[in-house]
């Protein structure tokens, strides 16, 4: 590379065969250009091996890729993934629509999911009339109701207020909701996709009200976006002087529009559906709203008939992502040391303990967590597993900072029964069988 | 219970995030935070109790949940900006008008309740109009692209206790007479969300004809008496509404105790269901029941799959003008036949509409005929942009 002329220098950016001819080992690279034209990998020139059986072409030959110009820095504006990583993707399912495309779901590929950070493109986005595409010059936030003095903002106005930044878990009360009466997707994706994380950023509400002046009488406030479907929700203000934030980043950039661009409400740890996207309105009340999604839809029927109803957090959960139905053990062998790992986590404060069961619940050992210990964020297990080729019956089981443990199928559904559709946080078992495949189980006794 | 090295826990999220966190550490010094702290703490923190703890206080909150606070500058992993955040001059009053324009809600106190009449009849009309391509006749829920809209009548409250367990295929029915709590809520529903495709068009009058007409067919009565097709709802006779399943939620979460109502039953993890730690023979000598998935749902878009092999880029041609709009005005109803309108691409639906005349089927489709809104229910778009999007769901046709 020192013996590069300026000139191609210049030439970088422009056409790779160009600036090939003026580097200074003219001659190997005009060959290479010319067995990389005619063939995926062409042979080393610069090192020729006599090839065994035994040695990998992907080692003796030369890769395409190392003997040509990539692409300019200018190419993409805004960068894409790898075009090899074209199957990590969102999904969606009929099953999940209310109607059409427009209230719907697509889930998040959580198989796929490194770390405890969902890259935005990739976060499961649920909409109840479409993804909003608001101006920001047309947006206004209002607060008003009780309180002495109601605000009208402009994005730019709220952006000065000093920012936060938290990560944490959005997820769907309805996770897991479609198999309360048994596992019904051999996928986890579709088993627990209904949740992402990231870290936002914005003001905590408690900052921006303080000026307000917040009547005594003031008990709930109402969040309300400015989409066609609104999301009326009623929040209690205990939570909004604790740790509720009016946010307009996700992952350091501006919120997509599946999460609400230009603002989102968040409450760490609560029902995704009060995180209201696109936020519009907060109106601080005496008394509650009822609001169809709090009432109608996000209730929990229990078998007496009750639901209940304000269900605000997410319990302590967690599930094994690797190995399930998606990344399988096919190809591990006997003897090979192999990480389970997987996702703790609650709406009811950190992640303290999660303990992992090789045999359906029968006898448990703890696992390591590791990387970000947070509250109400997604926490990594890991445990490390000697592979035996011998059936499993894999399950993971959390607890929290708040006392709450992760419940068995059967010590869930004696309280809520299975029609609760919501809230749906017990044990998850993966089967996995002697050839190392995955399978999506319930444990009953 | 158990016994958890909770120190090591908290000592290695704080390592963490010192990583995470470092500059913003740095970046306050001790004399900056002093002054703050004591502000911060009075004007802001007011229902949160303060204690000593970086982690967890041992407090619950209103969810049941842990309470955390900020203990030197530190809440938990995260360090605190804790300099004054007081007074700022952003933003301005709105006005009335602004208020009530974005006011709409209604609450079952009857706060946002327009004043206003209409009839079940009126709103049998209105229904078959608007609502009845998507929700059915009579509410019994239609058929959409990609699954049924939801059914707006036909449950009873006594369903309400069906668990389908065993034998037993019948579920509860959670449906506006059965389920819904409050009328206002349908009320403020109706008004500020449907019909879906073009909602916050219905009248005050309008709206109290459908809800009237949706009530009606869930057979709710008024102050003892029937909605029957000459019944005229209005505001005075809103009021007096009590639906069945008023009572049917946990906690109670009205008056002043409502929040604290809520607290108490979201702080005991038995109303909800709570797990134990076993950790050997937990299952006590019996085997794990395994229960298989029966019927496979893998109908996924696009198809499961985790191969990393390369894709060649699909040849994308330039977009039709008409594609944008056809997206989000039109495909809610013309993405398939499930509601009598021609599909996109579909030739044969096409031809025979055109065979009228393209300016005919223009001209039908911008006033409106049958099911079809004027405009597709978006009065926004110009002549031309509807044209594009027709153009665009004919062209499409392979």
């Known amino acids: ?445 | 219970m158990f016994t958890l090295d909770r120190k090591k826990i908290i000592s290695s999220a704080l390592v963490a995030s010192v990583i995470l966190l470092g500059t913003a550490c740095n970046a306050s010094t001790e004399t900056e935070k002093a002054p703050a702290k004591t502000e911060t703490k009075t004007e802001v923190v007011k229902t949160v109790p303060e204690t000593q703890a970086t982690a967890a206080t041992g407090d619950k909150g209103i969810d049941g949940g842990a309470v955390y606070t900020i203990k030197d500058g530190m809440y938990t992993s995260y360090a605190v900006n804790e300099q004054a955040k007081k007074d700022f001059t952003f933003g301005r009053t709105p006005s009335k008008t602004e208020e009530a324009a974005w006011d709409i809600d209604v609450m079952p106190d009857g706060t946002g309740l327009p004043e206003g009449s209409g009839s079940v009849e009126d709103g049998d009309e209105i229904y078959e109009e608007q609502c009845a391509m998507c929700h059915g006749d009579f509410g019994s829920g239609g058929k959409g692209s990609r699954s049924t809209y939801p059914t707006l009548s036909g449950g009873e409250h006594d369903s309400l206790t069906y668990q389908r367990v065993g034998d037993n295929t019948d579920g509860p029915k959670r449906v506006i007479g059965s389920y819904w709590p409050q009328a206002s809520t349908l009320f403020w529903y109706v008004q500020s969300g449907m019909p879906f495709n073009h909602p916050k068009s219905l009248s005050d009058d309008e709206t109290y004809a459908v809800v009237a007409y949706l009530l009606s067919i869930n057979e709710i009565e008024i102050d003892g008496e029937e909605m029957d097709d000459e019944y005229v709802l209005d505001r005075e006779k809103f009021m007096k509404i009590k639906m069945p399943n008023e009572d049917g939620f946990i906690p109670v979460i009205d008056g002043p105790d409502g929040p604290a109502n809520v607290k108490k039953f979201l702080a005991d993890p038995n109303n909800y269901g709570n797990g134990t730690r076993c950790m050997k023979d937990c299952l006590e000598g019996e085997k794990p029941n395994i229960v298989r998935i029966k019927t496979e749902i893998n109908a996924f878009e696009p198809p499961m799959s985790v191969e990393r092999s390369f894709k060649e880029a699909e040849a994308s041609g330039p977009i039709h003008p008409g594609q944008k709009v056809y997206e989000s005005s039109c495909a809610a109803c013309h993405a398939t036949d499930a509601m009598g309108a021609p599909p996109s691409g579909d030739k044969a639906a096409w031809d025979t509409k055109l065979e009228k005349g393209i300016d005919v089927v223009y001209a039908n489709g911008i006033n409106g005929i049958n099911a079809m809104p004027p405009k597709g229910g978006n009065m926004t778009l110009t002549d031309d942009q509807f044209k594009a999007a027709v153009d665009f769901m004919i062209d499409s046709a392979k």
């Open chain 1, 1 to 445: 590379m020192n013996k590069m002329t300026k000139t191609s220098e210049q030439h970088l950016a422009s056409n790779a065969d160009e600036s090939v001819e003026l580097i200074s080992r003219r001659n190997f690279f005009r060959k290479a250009a010319v067995y990389s034209a005619s063939a995926v990998a062409a042979t080393s020139i610069l090192s020729p091996v006599k090839l065994n059986a035994a040695d990998d072409p992907a080692i003796v030959h030369e890769a395409e890729w190392g003997i040509k110009l990539g692409d300019p820095v200018t190419k993409n504006r805004y960068g894409v993934p790898s075009p090899y990583e074209h199957n990590n993707t969102r999904r969606t399912t009929s099953l999940l629509a209310s109607g059409d495309d427009y209230a719907s779901i697509s889930m998040c590929p959580i198989h796929e999911q490194e770390g405890i950070i969902t890259p935005n493109g990739l976060f499961f986005n649920r909409v109840h009339g479409g993804v909003a595409h608001v101006d920001p010059k047309g947006y206004r936030l209002m607060i008003h109701g009780l309180v002495e003095k109601p605000l009208v903002l402009t994005l730019d106005e709220l952006k000065r207020y000093p920012s936060v930044s938290r990560v944490h878990f959005v997820e769907c009360p309805a996770n897991g909701g479609p198999e309360w009466r048994g596992p019904q997707f051999n996928s986890i994706q579709f088993a627990k996709g209904m949740m992402s994380q990231a870290e936002w950023t914005g003001v905590m509400i408690k900052d921006l009200i303080a000026d307000l002046g917040l009547k005594p009488e003031a008990k709930w406030m109402l969040a309300e976006g400015c989409d066609n479907s609104e999301m009326g929700r009623t929040v209690p203000v205990e939570k909004v002087l604790d740790d509720a934030m009016i946010v307009w980043a996700q992952n350091g950039e501006a919120l997509r529009p599946e999460q609400g661009y230009p603002v989102r409400l968040m409450l760490p740890g609560w029902e995704g559906n009060l995180q209201v996207k696109w936020l519009k309105r907060l109106e601080f009340s005496k008394e509650p709203f009822y609001a169809k999604e709090e009432t109608a839809k996000y209730t929990v029927l229990t078998p007496s008939g009750k639901a209940i109803q304000h269900f605000y957090p997410l319990e302590v959960n967690s599930i094994i992502t690797s190995p399930c139905p998606e990344k399988p053990w096919t190809d591990l062998k006997k003897g090979d040391l192999v990480e389970i790992q997987g996702l703790a986590w609650s709406g009811q404060g950190t992640i303290k303990t999660v303990d992992i069961s090789f045999d359906g619940g029968d006898n448990w050992v703890e696992a390591s967590l590791k990387g970000l210990i947070l509250p109400k964020a997604w926490t990594r297990f890991s445990y490390m597993y000697r592979y035996e080729g011998k059936p499993l019956l894999l399950s993971s089981r959390a607890i929290d900072d708040s006392g709450h443990i992760q419940p068995t199928i059967d010590q869930e559904t004696a309280v809520v029964g299975v029609e609760a559709v919501y809230h749906r946080n017990s044990i998850c078992t993966w089967e996995v069988t002697d050839k190392g495949v995955v399978n999506n189980v319930h444990i009953r006794s």
